[in-house]
């Protein structure tokens, strides 16, 4: 199955594609974290991501789509893409990927009240060694500032400063909201309440996809 999931900052995108992942099988990626991963090793293209990240604005177009194509090159028979598409560009070279094979499945879109999605962002914790998520009322590591998987450290992402956060959400509404109407068009729209516990959440996408 190739699935594409959308939703605001801080919907719980990556939170539930590293729970379908791992039930499904399924290979996935987050751009946001192929641009981190970047950043860490200090390549080209991570320092030039991060002027983009850091103001809470979209990576361009054209760098984004080579990376991430990158990887669904790799992985084209089932996937999970986090935070690809973002903009009609992205969605359109992602449906040209697919032409001569089967296309996306799936577009899943999270819903989320924005009052809720500040919430998430400004108490989300992060781990340097595996990249799990925390959140520090929601849901908090047993050990402060380590992870229950690895131990690493926990840190703050820089771009869920409230200032970053309220820039990311004006770009959302304004780039990415519309691939909704875009693959609701296509039929292969699935939408889910993305408030209340990730279990139930969970259970709710199982039985989008179903
Ligand atoms: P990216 O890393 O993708 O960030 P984002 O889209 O802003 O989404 P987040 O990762 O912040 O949220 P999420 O939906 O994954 O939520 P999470 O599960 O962590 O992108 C960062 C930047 O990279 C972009 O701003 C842009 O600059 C660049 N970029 C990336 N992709 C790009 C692209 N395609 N084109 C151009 N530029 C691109 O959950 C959030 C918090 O809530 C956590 O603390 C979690 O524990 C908590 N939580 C989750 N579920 C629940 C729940 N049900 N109840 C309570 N708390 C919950
Ligand atoms: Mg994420
Ligand atoms: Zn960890």
């Known amino acids: 199955m190739k699935i594409v999931l959308l939703g605001p900052p801080g919907a719980g995108k990556g939170t539930q594609a590293s729970i379908l992942s791992e039930e499904m099988g399924v290979p996935r990626v987050s751009s946001g974290d192929l641009f981190r991963d ?29 990376m991430v194509m ?31 094979k089967s296309g996306i499945d799936v577009a899943l879109s999270i819903r989320v009240d924005r009052e809720e999605l500040v919430r998430r962002l400004t108490g989300r914790l992060i781990c340097r060694g595996c990249q799990a998520t925390y959140h520090r009322t929601s849901s908090p590591p ?19 400063s409230p200032e970053a956060v309220v820039k990311r959400l004006e770009v959302y509404f304004e780039e990415t909201e519309p691939l909704i109407g875009y693959y609701r068009q296509t039929g292969i729209l699935r939408e889910v309440d993305g408030e209340g516990p990730i279990d139930e959440i969970k259970a709710a996408i199982a039985a989008a996809l179903n």
């Open 142 to 160: 047993s050990v402060e500032g380590r992870c229950g998987e690895c131990g690493g450290e926990l840190y703050q992402r820089q771009d869920d």
């Open 38 to 66: 970047h950043q860490g090793r200090g390549t080209e293209l991570g320092r030039l991501a991060k002027t983009y990240m850091e103001r809470g604005t979209l990576v361009p177009d054209e760098v984004t789509i080579r």
């Open 70 to 100: 990158e990887w669904v090159d790799a992985h084209e028979r089932a996937f999970l893409l986090d935070g690809f598409p973002r903009t009609r560009g992205q969605a359109e070279a992602l449906d040209e990927a697919m032409a001569d």
